[in-house]
């Protein structure tokens, strides 16, 4: 596509429950990562996706986040029984990827909001 | 230490002033440095990104890196009020080949008043 797409862009749920955030990135990125933004703070890094590497997943808070991406291309973030510190903008960007500049495009996010 | 910080504001200057902003990171491994600007509700947008030392121009703004005091810095020439937003300030390195996550600052509020 044109640009980064994330659905849902908003999102409110109950507390317990699980959820699921969908990115799909540019067309021929190899490169996408999962950020996290809570109100008035900066870039939480979560997870990077390279290619066929091994995903880095160093930034994941706790077990109950994981995160996937199908074919090398759309990606699914998903938290399960969801708290209320959860709540937060939920950013994935796409890069070109390889050892050129690393040049992020950045989705409009998904907004959580844990009740 | 933090891997990368920034003062977090807010800078306020006058219209038409140069706007001066600064990083500095902990890894001495970094070898790509950005600056992004985030409006107030939106997603960031690359504004350049810098490699190697000494000043890059890009019409009104300046990327300036100092690798040996591991700073970097964005200078904004004729600062206009739709220049105020936040400014994050990212660094990356290559690691086994390819290029290894980037890590943010948690960014600097401008606000430039008229």
């Known amino acids: 596509g044109a640009g980064v797409s994330q659905s849902p862009s908003n999102k409110v749920t109950e507390k317990g429950k699980d959820v699921e955030l969908r990115c799909d990135p540019i067309?021929?990125?190899?490169?996408l990562y999962w950020y996290r933004q809570s109100l008035g703070q900066g870039l939480e890094f979560l997870i990077y996706f390279q290619g066929n590497s091994a995903p880095d997943k160093s930034g994941l808070p706790s077990d109950r986040f994981s995160a996937e991406r199908t074919g090398g291309s759309v990606s699914t973030l998903t938290i399960q029984r969801t708290q209320q510190e959860d709540s937060a903008v939920y950013l994935c960007?796409?890069?070109?990827?390889?050892?050129?500049?690393?040049?992020?495009?950045f989705g409009a996010g998904s907004r959580l909001t844990v009740l | 230490q933090k891997e990368v910080e920034q003062n977090s504001g807010p800078l306020s200057v006058p219209e038409g002033a140069i706007a001066s902003l600064n990083c500095t990171y902990s890894?001495?491994?970094?070898?790509?440095f950005f600056w992004y600007r985030q409006y107030s509700g939106k997603s960031p947008e690359l504004i350049m990104f810098?490699?190697?030392?000494g000043d890059k121009e890009d019409g009104r703004f300046t990327a300036q890196l100092n690798k040996a005091s591991q700073y970097v810095s964005l200078l904004i020439r004729d600062s206009q009020p739709s220049d105020s937003a936040t400014y994050l300030c990212?660094?990356?390195?290559?690691?086994?080949?390819?290029?290894?996550?980037?890590?943010f600052g948690k960014g600097t509020l401008l606000t430039v008043n008229p």
């Open positions: 890894d001495r491994g970094s070898q790509s």
């Open positions: 810098i490699y190697s030392n």
């Open positions: 960007a796409s890069s070109i990827g390889g050892t050129g500049a690393n040049v992020l495009t």
């Open positions: 990212a660094v990356n390195r290559i690691a086994g080949g390819s290029n290894y996550k980037l890590t």
């Open positions: 067309s021929g990125h190899t490169a």
